[in-house]
Every structure is written in structure tokens, then in C-alpha cells.
């Protein structure tokens, strides 16, 4: 006799408040588990795209070795534990960022076609013209799975309106999801809001109604589903209740640091944005807030696709907790200055501390046979290469994760100048969603 298997759709309600469950074992069909090992890797696949701009200090980022016999260059230090896992991919391109003949405007260009192999239309004005990028593509055949077809998230707000960067609209530079040609979806970078959206139950008016109470009564979202949470929890096993304990500790941790942190952001170089005061130094705690909740995210299995700038192209965010207090492009010009290119190297390795806190989060959470990393297609990377040269060819990206068993992991592939929008369509791939093309696509990537 089969035990009833618990849903993956099952929530945690309670005023203004709905928590999707993390994969429990009494998820899985009986059968399933009795294979053990040899059974199908349990939990869905995700992809996520991390961006970093302004390029790279390309001697400190590329391996030296190709295949599974390569060396961790000094970007790629705290990858370190997650060695089995990453796939380093050398000699990509994205040539719907170079002008093209439209003259300068490199970063926003950059920003604009690393997702969607488009050229952007040059305007900055309202006529904005690009295309549907990579992640917006998955959203649309796999999104119905998921309370959230996908999760713009990031850490540094932008305009939509106006030019940034040599007559292109802001629009470009800010955005790294594109819904449609003219439609670019705005990330969100606040952390409360991020917070709100997630653990709410759908109405605005009851949402709001339980976050006053809530900070009236300095309650937690966890006290209004308390009675849920222990009804379900007498059901479960020692492993499921273990998990549950976590993950509610997690989504705690998280509302405490909430209340403690403010979410103002530097405004883009030379906009005004009266009443709003810089706070340059929150940006690791609003970092780290924001990848939290998006481990959140992918254990509840809210979202399976997400996108995340770490920071705009063009960003002159300082990174003085790197010891790098510095506009972050302005010094990416260093013109082979030696003390600007040291500064440049810590900017890089600071996002990629960044980043490997994000991945820690992921593989601590078990899931199926391994964790929610191995499940994952995680890419970060730039459509710039050096920041000097602003090339667009010999890109820095990378891969985490296994994709449910689907990447090998652990090598340094090299390629002959393909169009990184080959790499997205061979991901697109893996998690089953395969379409012809892709922006300035050519085939699929050989990933082994």
C-alpha cells in the first residue's frame, strides 16, 4: 500500500500570509524512494542568470588548462568548494553589443543583448526596441508551474526613462529581463517588497492588513500560520520535520534582518532623486537579504527562473568593504594602471564572494539525491569582456550547478567564438523548454 504523497503545491495560510512548502521526502512516491540512489533525481530544475558589469580583469579570470585539468585563478577562489560543480566557458561572444554601426554606447548595448542576442534600437526616447530575452522565453513555457513564472531581482535600482549611456535609453542599461521588444521588466530591489511578495496570499488589502498588524504587534509572518505549521508537522517524518524547523528558521532569519536594515540605493550617475539619501554602505547587508530570498525562492519552488544583476552596466557603485573605495566604471577605464587594475581585481572577487555565498545557501539544501545546486543551472557572467577595451568577444561566464545531472561540471570548455545565446538555448534545453532560436543563436553549445 503507496502512503499519500503531500503535494508540492501545499501552503501555510494564515492572515495575509501563504508559505509554500521546501521538497519534503513525502513528496516523493514510495517507489521512488525504495529505488534509493539509482532512482531519478528528485525537484525541479531551475535556471538563474547572475550579472556583473563593467567587464573583468580577464588575466586574474581565465584558467589556465582546459578539460577537467585547469587551475582556480585568483576571481575564482571562493568558487573553490564548488569546484565538481562549476563549468568555466571561454570564448563566447555577444555581437549584438558592439555598435554595429550606432557608434558608442557599449554598456548599455551590453546589458541589453546578453540575454536577448538583439540589437538595441539607439533612442532615448519612448520608441525603445529590443527583444524577448532567454529567461522571459523559459517563463512563458514553464511558469504555470510556479507561483511566480519568474524573479527580477536585484540590488541597484535604475530609470526606465531617459538616456544613460551615449543616447541610449536608461531602459537598456537597467534591464536585463525583456518580456517582449518594447516591454523590459523592471527588477526589484527592494527587500521588503521582495519579502511581501513572496509570503503573501495573493490580496493586496488582507497583505496589508497583516503586515500593520504584524508591526503593531511585532509578530512574525510565522505566528498567523503557526496553527497550519503544527498540523502539518504532526504528519510528517523526523526528516521532513528537521526540514520544515530549517526552513521556517530561515524565512525568520530573514524578517529580522528586514526590520533592522534600510533600503535606500545610490541614484544612477548624475539623476536627482530628491528626499532619497545614499546609503552605499548597506549594499553587502541588501545583498545578501536579496540572495537569501532567493534561496527562499527556489527550496519553496515559488520560481524557478531568476535574474540577478549584482549591480548596472555603467554602475559606479563604491566597494569600499573590498577595500576598493572606488567608482566601480569610472576605474574600470584603468588604462593599464597598475594600482587601478589591483582595485578592479577586488571589486571582481567581491561579487564572486557574493555569489559563492549564494551557492553555499543552495548546496546545503538537500533535495532528491543531492541538493538544490545540483538541480540548478546557475550562470553568472558579462557581455563585456575588459572593461578597458569594452570587447564583447572571449566573454567571462561561468556555470554552477549540475541541472539535475545533465552537466558534468568540474572543466574549462573553450569555444571558437560562439554566440552566447547558444549557451542559453542548449540550458533552455535541460530544463524542457526547446525552441529553435534564440536572438543571434547558431545552434546549441556542446556542454561536455
Known amino acids: 500500500m503507496n502512503t499519500p504523497v503531500l503535494s508540492r503545491r501545499t501552503m501555510l495560510r494564515g492572515l495575509g500570509t501563504a508559505l509554500a512548502l521546501p521538497f519534503f521526502e513525502s513528496m516523493v512516491p514510495t517507489r521512488l524512494l525504495a529505488a534509493g540512489p539509482a532512482a531519478p533525481a528528485a525537484g525541479p530544475r531551475r535556471l538563474a542568470w547572475f550579472y556583473v558589469p563593467n567587464g573583468v580583469i580577464v588575466p586574474n579570470w581565465t584558467p ?18 564548488f569546484r565538481d560543480k562549476l563549468t568555466v566557458l571561454t570564448g563566447l561572444a555577444c555581437d549584438k553589443a558592439n555598435p554595429n554601426g550606432d557608434g558608442p554606447g557599449d554598456h ?4 541589453a543583448s546578453y540575454l536577448t542576442g ?11 526596441k529590443l ?15 510556479t507561483k511566480f513564472p519568474s524573479l527580477e531581482l536585484g540590488i541597484e535600482e535604475g530609470r526606465q526613462v531617459g538616456a544613460c549611456d551615449s543616447g ?9 529581463s525583456w518580456r517582449g521588444e518594447a516591454t523590459p521588466v523592471v527588477k526589484d530591489c527592494n527587500p521588503q517588497s521582495v519579502f511581501d511578495r513572496l509570503f503573501a496570499n495573493g490580496d493586496p488589502g488582507e497583505t496589508a492588513e497583516a503586515r500593520a498588524r504584524r508591526e503593531n504587534d511585532r509578530k512574525s509572518v510565522l505566528d498567523f500560520i503557526l496553527g497550519d505549521a503544527n498540523s502539518l508537522s504532526r504528519t510528517l517524518g523526523s526528516a521532513d520535520r528537521q526540514k520544515m524547523d530549517e526552513y521556517l528558521t530561515s524565512v525568520r532569519e530573514v524578517e529580522l534582518r528586514l526590520t533592522g536594515t534600510q533600503v535606500e540605493v545610490a541614484p544612477p550617475e548624475g539623476a536627482e532623486r530628491p528626499g532619497v539619501t545614499t546609503k552605499a554602505t548597506l549594499y553587502p547587508d541588501r545583498a545578501k537579504l536579496m540572495l537569501d530570498m532567493s534561496v527562499l525562492a527556489f527550496q519553496a519552488d515559488l520560481t524557478r527562473v531568476l535574474t540577478f544583476p549584482f549591480a548596472d552596466e555603467g554602475s559606479d557603485q563604491t566597494y569600499p568593504w573590498a577595500d576598493a573605495n572606488v567608482r566601480h566604471h569610472t576605474t574600470s577605464h584603468h588604462m593599464r594602471d597598475p594600482e587601478k587594475i589591483a582595485l578592479l581585481a577586488k571589486i571582481n572577487v567581491f561579487h564572486m564572494e557574493l555569489f559563492a555565498y549564494f551557492l553555499k545557501k543552495l548546496d546545503a539544501i538537500k533535495e532528491g539525491n543531492g541538493s538544490i545546486l545540483d538541480n540548478s543551472l546557475i550562470t553568472y557572467g558579462c557581455a563585456n569582456g575588459d572593461g578597458q ?3 564583447h568577444d572571449n566573454l567571462p561566464v561561468i556555470l554552477l550547478g549540475k541541472g539535475g545531472g545533465t552537466i558534468a561540471g568540474g572543466q574549462h570548455l573553450v569555444y571558437d567564438s560562439q554566440p552566447i545565446n547558444n549557451l542559453w538555448l542548449s540550458l533552455m534545453d535541460r530544463v524542457g523548454v526547446n525552441t529553435p532560436n534564440l536572438g543571434d543563436s547558431t545552434g546549441r553549445l556542446a556542454l561536455s
Open 108 to 111: 548599455a548595448r551590453a546589458m
Open 131 to 145: 527583444g524577448i530575452s532567454a529567461d522571459q522565453v523559459v517563463a512563458a513555457k514553464i511558469g504555470h508551474l
Open 389 to 391: 577595451r569594452h570587447n
Open 64 to 81: 589556465q588548462g582546459v578539460g577537467k585539468d585547469f587551475e582556480l585563478t585568483p576571481t575564482f577562489q571562493p568558487l573553490a568548494p
Open 118 to 128: 538583439q540589437q538595441a534600437r539607439k533612442t532615448g526616447g519612448a520608441n525603445i
Open 168 to 176: 541610449y535609453s536608461c531602459a537598456y542599461s537597467h534591464s536585463l
